[in-house]
């Protein structure tokens, strides 16, 4: 199983660590993001992310369905 820092994360996504948190953040809130929820894990406070779980996120994402997995730990 492989589990995703925010720094990597971000890599993946070609994006900055502000913009993961604030979807991870954003997840709960109305708007798209509620729809397409960031599939994170809180492990003692720090965010980690299952690498499958994250394309299976990106592939609902490019499909236009709503993502069933959300990891909270």
Same mark, same amino acid.
């Given at each position: 199983?492989?589990?995703?820092?925010v720094?990597?994360? !971000? !890599?993946? @996504? +070609?994006?900055? +660590? +502000?913009?993961?948190?604030t979807?991870? /953040?954003?997840?709960?809130? =109305?708007?798209?993001? +509620? =729809?397409? $929820? @960031? $599939?994170?894990?809180?492990? =003692? #406070? =720090?965010?980690?992310?299952?690498?499958?779980?994250?394309?299976?996120? @990106? !592939? #609902?994402?490019? /499909?236009?369905?709503?993502?069933?997995?959300?990891?909270?730990?």
């Amino acid at each position: 199983m492989d589990i995703l820092t925010v720094d990597e994360l !971000a !890599a993946l @996504l +070609k994006m900055s +660590k +502000k913009q993961i948190y604030t979807m991870t /953040e954003t997840r709960t809130r =109305n708007g798209t993001m +509620k =729809n397409h $929820p @960031l $599939p994170v894990l809180r492990i =003692n #406070g =720090n965010l980690r992310f299952h690498k499958a779980a994250i394309q299976e996120w @990106l !592939a #609902g994402l490019a /499909e236009g369905r709503p993502s069933e997995s959300t990891c909270t730990g």
